[in-house]
């Protein structure tokens, strides 16, 4: 295992649009996209607000081959994001696959190129499922069970299951820019994204792959989605009139939850010797990658333990593999999502295996930017890392004030000496991840 693995392609899609310019552009400058939510009416929900992605800057049909067009008609958003977050992650790093050109030779030989792509547990649209279940409402109105089990799911289009998978994100990709290596699909919320890094990043090191497309993308913007993070806890409570791009507040003692946003991000990983052989300049070295379980009393991790000990754990792993000490860490990404109990735990975390050093290291924040896009959330940070990296400059913090103990409050962007960042996560569910990346 001593193959070294450098990012060469970013390729975030977030409310800004698809690629990692849009999104940069935006958090140099501070601007938010969050607004209230359109998809739906959001009226009775207590959070009424989201970072969305306007239709007018993505089309999914524009990004794939004309031989493909077909297919579009059985991607769910999810697989849309996917699509167009590989596209951009695929011509940023100046490769030729199937999906760009498909008379050219491949600049990866496709047995040579895998996918590890993180998504969510995709809800299904609602007018879509709603219409299905309608026949199945007994004579008395109300919906039957027994009946749909018999029949009324017979009443679904014939193709409704292939929408719906969380494997069909990667599927999809691989197909269009013909990724024959190795390929797997993590789904465990936030962390998805950096777990899947880590899975690609050891297919490389071992010689399964020279490249492999890796992240994560997850739509939450959708009745049933939004839901199931309402009745866990975990939005912001805003009406989404004055408030709506100062709702989400990582690490302020005001913070009331976070606010959600579509997107996500794939990244071009590619073994150091493959990308020296075609000239081309890595954003980053990946340099150590660990994941740790925290103990979750209540089955489902909404609140992981206070003390962040696991999400410690995951760090200092990373760091003792890359053989490195906290004082080589000089600016921390982590979740940041703004919801009280994983702020604290992180926070906790962060100042476990930073001691004294945890109030000067700066922190990047992005949801109060692009939102948490929850399955896709690392990637977004993973490439704005990157970016970091390779710009020498940390970008604009917004919206906290109040962060005690961490370089975490409202700051415009400013020039900085950037040799290692640290990528934190935590996740719904408990599982941590943590990535180290050194500037090329």
Do not use: K, Y
């Given at each position: 295992m001593s193959r070294r693995v450098v990012i060469t392609?970013?390729?975030?899609?977030?409310?800004?649009?698809?690629?990692?310019?849009?999104?940069?552009e935006a958090m140099c400058e501070g601007r938010s996209a969050i607004r209230r939510l359109?998809?739906?009416?959001?009226?009775?929900?207590?959070?009424?607000?989201?970072?969305?992605?306007?239709?007018?800057a993505f089309s999914v049909k524009k990004v794939v081959p004309k031989s493909y067009r077909k297919a579009t008609k059985v991607m769910c958003r999810d697989i849309e994001l996917a699509i167009g977050a590989a596209h951009a992650a695929v011509i940023d790093a100046g490769l030729i696959t199937k999906g760009i050109d498909g008379e050219?030779?491949?600049?990866?030989?496709?047995?040579?190129?895998?996918?590890?792509?993180?998504?969510?547990?995709?809800?299904?649209?609602?007018?879509?499922?709603?219409?299905?279940?309608?026949?199945?409402?007994?004579?008395?109105?109300q919906f039957d069970l027994a009946h749909w089990g018999r029949q009324g799911m017979q009443n679904l289009t014939p193709l409704w299951l292939l929408k719906y998978l969380p494997n069909m994100?990667?599927?999809?990709?691989?197909?269009?820019?013909?990724?024959?290596?190795?390929?797997n699909t993590i789904t465990c919320c936030e962390a998805s994204s950096a777990l899947s890094l880590g899975e690609s990043m050891r297919v490389i090191e071992r010689g399964a792959a020279d490249a492999c497309l890796s992240g994560g993308a997850e739509y939450k913007l959708n009745p049933m989605a939004y839901l199931r993070q309402h009745f866990a806890g975990r939005l912001a409570k805003t009406n989404g009139e004055a408030d709506a791009a100062t709702a989400a507040r990582p690490f302020d003692p005001t913070a009331t939850g976070t606010v959600l946003g579509e997107g996500g991000g794939i990244l071009v990983l590619e073994a150091a010797d493959s990308a020296a052989q075609r000239g081309a300049k890595p954003y980053a070295e990946v340099e150590a990658f660990a994941a740790t379980q925290s103990f979750c009393p209540d089955t489902v991790g909404l609140e992981p333990p206070a003390d962040g000990e696991s999400i410690a754990d995951a760090a200092h792993l990373a760091l003792d593999q890359a053989k490195l000490t906290a004082a080589d860490i000089d600016a921390i990404v982590p979740f940041g999502s703004s919801i009280p109990s994983v702020d604290a735990a992180e926070a906790a975390a962060i100042r476990s295996v930073f001691g004294d050093r945890a109030?000067?290291?700066?922190?990047?924040?992005?949801?109060?930017?692009?939102?948490?896009?929850?399955a896709g959330n690392g990637a977004v940070g993973l490439c704005v890392a990157a970016r970091c990296l390779r710009e020498q400059k940390l970008p604009a913090r917004l919206n906290t004030t109040s962060a005690e103990g961490?370089?975490?409050?409202?700051?415009?962007?400013r020039g900085a000496m950037l040799n290692r960042i640290l990528i934190i996560t935590t996740s719904q569910g408990g599982q941590n991840a943590a990535v180290v990346l050194r500037k090329a």
């Open positions: 392609g970013l390729g975030p899609i977030t409310a800004f649009g698809a690629g990692i310019d849009p999104l940069w359109q998809a739906f009416d959001p009226g009775g929900f207590s959070c009424q607000v989201a970072a969305e992605l306007p239709p007018e050219a030779e491949p600049t990866i030989p496709p047995q040579r190129f895998g996918c590890h792509i993180g998504a969510g547990l995709i809800a299904a649209d609602v007018d879509e499922l709603a219409t299905a279940l309608m026949t199945s409402r007994g004579s008395d109105g994100l990667a599927c999809h990709v691989t197909i269009v820019h013909d990724c024959r290596g190795p390929s109030s000067s290291v700066p922190i990047v924040t992005t949801v109060p930017n692009a939102g948490n896009c929850a961490l370089d975490a409050n409202a700051c415009p962007s």
